[in-house]
């Protein structure tokens, strides 16, 4: 009987899912992959109106510098046979790209998934050669439905415009603020070049550590279990910015208390190793100091 109920509730949240209107605004990030390794990640934000049932249309932004942001018009359908949605950016409407780079519009084959009650759009993001007709980038894109509260709140990266909150038609659930964590500085290096390859482990008995991953403020890996295999995150430093930001959050202390990680930074010149700690209270802090 157990087994049943089990069954008819994950038959009646994947119907839930597969329902949900994705009407609103989304943000999040877009993170290459390669052989384990994340890369370019930057912010990603859509908002998104239907134009007819399961047809959608709307406005979205990417920033990953200063100087590599843009705005994109998207459309989308869904697609009821591969239980997705495809979004497609059809134009630029404004880009800022450094010299000797190119920027091509991406395809989006997105689903919805519950991860410990958080309702995320998610999937792959891909960009082919206008040449060839052959996958130029792939990417991961992953993006969490706004309140109103956090849409007013909102600040389009490389932009000063601002969304509309439209009155919603029901009573909006406002997801309460998450608590404030300090940032504890535990190790400090000098870097020379941008390129920063990072390896986390568990440290000591795997006890189901998560993390999730910021860089200079941009989520870079999202509650992510350490295990005794790396968990390998590709940076590169912000060229406009002497000190670079590498934080730690812990989603929860594991089986045993704190929340405990082995970290291997590669630069160009130089590895280290050290011992990091989050908890509840204070969020792991490793800063990196860009010396040209």
């Known amino acids: 009987m157990k087994t049943i109920l089990l069954t008819c509730c994950g038959l009646l949240l994947l119907t839930a899912l597969r329902a949900q209107n994705l009407e609103g605004v989304w943000k999040g990030y877009a993170a290459a992959e390669s052989q384990g390794w994340y890369y370019g990640t930057g912010s990603y934000i859509m908002d998104i109106q239907q134009t007819t049932a399961g047809k959608y249309t709307g406005t979205a932004w990417f920033y990953?510098?200063?100087?590599?942001?843009?705005?994109?018009?998207?459309?989308?359908?869904?697609?009821?046979?591969?239980?997705?949605?495809?979004?497609?950016?059809?134009?630029?409407?404004?880009?800022?790209?450094?010299?000797?780079?190119?920027?091509?519009?991406?395809?989006?084959?997105?689903?919805?998934?519950?991860?410990?009650?958080?309702?995320?759009?998610?999937?792959?993001?891909?960009?082919?050669?206008?040449?060839?007709?052959?996958?130029?980038?792939?990417?991961?894109?992953?993006?969490?439905?706004?309140?109103?509260?956090?849409?007013?709140?909102?600040e389009i990266p490389g932009s000063r415009k601002t969304i509309p909150v439209a009155a919603p038609s029901k009573p909006d659930t406002v997801k309460p603020a998450p608590e404030q964590r300090k940032n504890r500085v535990q190790g400090s290096y000098d870097i020379s070049s941008p390129a920063i390859d990072i390896s986390l482990y568990d440290y000591g008995t795997i006890d189901h550590d998560t993390v999730t991953v910021f860089?200079?403020?941009?989520?870079?890996?999202?509650?992510?279990?350490?295990?005794?295999?790396?968990?390998?995150?590709?940076?590169?430093?912000?060229a406009s910015r002497e000190y670079q930001e590498l934080v730690l959050h812990a989603n929860n202390l594991g089986d045993i208390p704190p929340n405990t990680s082995k970290m291997i930074i590669l630069t160009s010149d130089k590895r280290y190793e050290l011992k990091v700690t989050s908890s509840e209270t204070e969020n792991a802090m490793i800063r990196f100091r860009y010396v040209k």
């Not at 510098?65 to 949605?85: F, K």
């Not at 993001?125 to 792939?138: A, D, E, F, L, P």
């Not at 403020?217 to 279990?225: I, L, M, P, S, T």
Request: no cysteine.
């Open 64 to 154: 990953e510098t200063p100087q590599l942001y843009g705005e994109l018009t998207v459309t989308g359908q869904r697609n009821d046979s591969a239980d997705n949605w495809r979004f497609e950016e059809i134009k630029f409407n404004a880009l800022t790209i450094p010299k000797n780079h190119s920027a091509r519009l991406a395809v989006m084959n997105l689903k919805l998934f519950d991860i410990d009650g958080e309702i995320v759009l998610q999937g792959s993001m891909i960009s082919y050669s206008k040449y060839t007709g052959k996958v130029h980038t792939k990417r991961v894109l992953r993006l969490s439905k706004l309140s109103g509260a956090e849409i007013a709140a909102l």
């Open 215 to 238: 860089f200079n403020g941009v989520k870079v890996a999202d509650r992510q279990e350490l295990t005794g295999s790396p968990l390998r995150i590709h940076l590169t430093a912000d």
